[in-house]
C-alpha cells in the first residue's frame, strides 16, 4: 500500500512543484519588465522636463525613492546614465535630506495616504517631480502618475501641480499622457 501512495505521489507534487516553480518564475520576470518600464518612463519624463532654477550648480541629477524597491533593484542602470548633463544619483529619502537637490520624488504604490500627502506638501516648496504608481495620484497633488493599461506603461499628468512648481514639461509628453488633470 505504501509503495501505491508514492508511485502516485511523487510525479503529482514534482508537477505541482514544477508549476509553483514557474509561476513564481514568470512573476519575477513580470515584476522586472515592470520594473524596467516604469525606470524608462522617469528618465524619459526627466528628460523632458525643465528645471528652471535648480539645476544650477548640481553635482548629480538626484532621484529620491520613498518606498519604491521596485526602482531601487535599477539603481546599477541608473548610475550609467545622464539627466540634463548630470550623472543620476538614486537615493532612499531620509529625514533631514537637503530637499533643495532633489530633481524627482518616486513615492512607492503601497505608501500610505497620509504620508504621500505629507512628502508632497514637504517636496512642494522646490522645484521637484513628483512621480508615483498609487491610483489617486494625480487627482491629489501629484505632478504624474504612471500605471499599465494593456501591458504597456502610460501615465497620467497634473498640470496644475507642474506649474505651480515652476517645472515645464514638454508638450510633447503631455500629449503622450492618458489622461491630464488641469
Known amino acids: 500500500m505504501k509503495l501505491h501512495k508514492n508511485r502516485f505521489f511523487k510525479p503529482w507534487f514534482t508537477c505541482v512543484y514544477t508549476l509553483c516553480l514557474f509561476a513564481n518564475f514568470s512573476y519575477s520576470m513580470e515584476s522586472e519588465q515592470e520594473s524596467q518600464m516604469k525606470a524608462g518612463m522617469v528618465l524619459n519624463l526627466s528628460r523632458f ?47 533631514g535630506m537637503d530637499l533643495q537637490k532633489v530633481q524627482i520624488l518616486f513615492i512607492g504604490e503601497q505608501t500610505e495616504d497620509e504620508i504621500k500627502i505629507t512628502l508632497l506638501e514637504e517636496f512642494s516648496k522646490y522645484e521637484v517631480l513628483t512621480i508615483s504608481e498609487a491610483e489617486d495620484f494625480a487627482e491629489n497633488g501629484g505632478m504624474v502618475r504612471l500605471y499599465k493599461l494593456d501591458k504597456k506603461m502610460t501615465f497620467d499628468v497634473n498640470v496644475g501641480a507642474i506649474r505651480a512648481s515652476k517645472l515645464k514639461m514638454s508638450s510633447r509628453v503631455l500629449k503622450l499622457a492618458k489622461g491630464i488633470i488641469r
Open 49 to 95: 522636463t525643465e528645471w528652471p532654477n535648480q539645476l544650477k550648480g548640481q553635482n548629480s541629477f538626484t532621484i529620491v525613492l520613498y518606498e519604491a524597491k521596485n526602482l531601487k533593484r535599477m539603481e546599477a542602470g541608473f548610475e550609467k546614465l545622464k539627466v540634463q548633463g548630470l550623472p543620476v544619483d538614486l537615493v532612499n529619502y531620509y529625514e
